[in-house]
């Protein structure tokens, strides 16, 4: 099993920066890929960003290109997402995932997740 707690989410102002943690535990060497996914209310839950597990490979939705960053300390288990120049549409439950399988962007691919943190921006 693989346990994975999020961190970081909270209330920032559009322009602002916010920076997400997912800190994983437990049979994480299964792990070929971390992601970060959001969902906001009443709206499907959708990729944000990925990363393999050296952190040599990185894949974005197209709406947070150029904003957010994904990276990892595979000292510590852990997964970032840096957020900056955020907007109100940003707002929503961030959640992090585990795949077994390298280089997926779709939510189905995931078998592992974390609780979720919310994140809002206000305008």
């Known amino acids: 099993q693989v346990q994975l707690v999020e961190s970081g989410g909270g209330l920032a102002q559009a322009g602002g920066s916010l920076r997400l943690s997912c800190a994983a535990s437990g049979r994480t060497l299964s792990i070929l890929t971390m992601g970060w996914f959001r969902q906001a209310p009443g709206k499907e839950r959708e990729f944000v960003a990925a990363?393999?597990?050296?952190?040599?490979?990185?894949y974005y939705a197209d709406f947070v290109k150029g904003r957010f960053t994904i990276s990892r300390d595979n000292a510590k288990n852990t997964v970032y997402l840096q957020m900056n120049s955020l907007k109100p549409e940003d707002t929503a439950v961030y959640y992090c995932?585990?795949?077994?399988?390298?280089?997926?962007?779709?939510?189905?691919?995931?078998?592992?997740w974390g609780q979720g943190t919310p994140v809002t921006v206000s305008s």
């Open positions: 990363i393999s597990r050296g952190g040599g490979s990185t």
């Open positions: 995932a585990g795949s077994s399988t390298l280089g997926v962007t779709t939510t189905s691919r995931y078998g592992y």
